[in-house]
């Protein structure tokens, strides 16, 4: 099994709707992120976590939420989905340097 | 905040050629650069990193090569292979950031059979 797991792998949402996207890991780390990844822009940081305890906003934290419901599981929120919301999302964790993805969740809003 | 720029965005190669990828970065607080692979459809993996009191780090057929003054890292990879092709990312993580990483735009590499 993957060490981390993203639901949904895809999903096509309206603008307006809320859509959770959720994130586990089994690697046993405290830190856990959010990123979103745009063609031409690579990865910019939208949440992250050094704890169940511990949110902090990262560089485009705009328009997005985040919950720490256990050392585990990492999810993210968009309360009301814009158009330019759609792109392709990354959950990675870390307990040094290094950091783990997960294999990503492409949402598309239309 | 830090900034890492990230050249080229496109890079083709024929099979068994060297490939170079530049980064530079703004923030002198920077002291961990990692090197991140991602394959059609999957998650950035890391591939190589270095840190600030390193000018060189070499693994098989990949390097990667720090100029602190300059503010600038490269990644080497030699003899170039098809399974070679992905986009690859570099990143930037300042001491006071707490693991924070700042990526760049990547570059997609093609190694041509």
């Known amino acids: 099994d993957a060490d981390v797991t993203q639901t949904p792998r895809n999903r096509i949402t309206k603008t307006g709707k809320r859509i959770m996207l959720e994130c586990s890991q089994t690697?046993?780390?405290?830190?856990m992120y959010w990123y979103r990844q745009d063609p031409g822009l690579g990865l910019q940081l939208i949440y992250y976590?050094?704890?169940?305890?511990?949110?902090n906003k990262g560089e485009i934290s705009d328009g997005y939420s985040v919950s720490r419901q256990a050392q585990a599981k990492f999810s993210l929120s968009l309360e009301s989905a814009i158009p330019n919301q759609t792109a392709l999302y990354f959950c990675?964790?870390?307990?040094?340097?290094?950091?783990?993805f997960g294999p990503g969740t492409r949402l598309t809003v239309l | 905040g830090e900034n890492v720029e990230q050249h080229p965005s496109t890079l083709s190669v024929q099979e068994g050629d060297s490939a170079v990828i530049k980064c530079t970065y703004s923030?002198?607080?920077?002291?961990?650069f990692p090197w991140y692979k991602q394959e059609l459809g999957k998650g950035p993996q890391l591939i190589i990193d270095?840190?600030?009191?390193?000018g060189e780090k070499k693994d098989q057929r990949i390097a990667v090569t720090l100029n602190k003054t300059a503010k600038h890292f490269s990644l080497h990879i030699t003899e170039t292979q098809p399974e070679d092709s992905a986009v690859y990312f570099c990143?930037?993580?300042?001491?006071?950031?707490?693991?924070?990483?700042?990526f760049g735009t990547g570059t997609s590499l093609t190694v041509i059979p």
């Open positions: 990675a964790t870390s307990a040094g340097n290094e950091q783990f």
């Open positions: 690697k046993g780390h405290d830190r």
């Open positions: 976590s050094f704890d169940v305890k511990d949110i």
């Open positions: 923030d002198s607080a920077s002291n961990y």
């Open positions: 270095i840190r600030s009191n390193v």
């Open positions: 990143a930037a993580s300042p001491t006071n950031t707490g693991n924070q990483f700042y």
